[in-house]
């Protein structure tokens, strides 16, 4: 059965729609950086790193300053000794909550399929 030409467009929309959620969320360790962000409210980039096994200090860095060039999640500065930065997700990066819930709840349907626990 053939596409009508209305739903081929439509159908290019949401492909180019899911291409550009994979542009912002690509790569190995923005999703896990999230999900860090997400379960907590606020971290620390201490509590992030600690969080996300195996990103350096480096890569951490470079990722949260892309995610917050795409306005994912809010630097705040602290007036402490030593100075203090949180990292929050924004009211558009908690957009993002219900598909980070449902990766988890996926994440242990697959591990139990898979191996059994």
């Given at each position: 059965?053939?596409?009508k030409p209305l739903?081929?467009e ?7 729609a899911v ?6 969320l ?6 896990s ?10 971290r ?5 790193l600690?969080?996300?096994v195996?990103?350096s200090?480096?890569?951490l ?18 007036d402490t000794?030593?100075?203090?930065v ?7 990066g908690?957009t993002?909550q219900t ?8 994440g ?5 399929e898979?191996i059994?626990?």
């Amino acid at each position: 059965m053939e596409c009508k030409p209305l739903e081929k467009e439509l159908h290019r929309k949401e492909m180019m729609a899911v291409q550009d959620s994979m542009d912002v969320l690509s790569g190995k360790w923005k999703i896990s950086i999230i999900s860090s962000i997400c379960y907590y409210n606020k971290r620390r980039f201490s509590d992030i790193l600690n969080d996300v096994v195996g990103i350096s200090n480096k890569m951490l860095s470079k990722e949260l300053k892309e995610l917050e060039i795409n306005k994912l999640i809010k630097r705040t500065v602290l007036d402490t000794q030593p100075i203090t930065v949180h990292y929050e997700l924004t009211k558009h990066g908690k957009t993002l909550q219900t598909i980070i819930n449902n990766l988890t709840d996926w994440g242990i349907a697959h591990r139990k399929e898979i191996i059994g626990k």
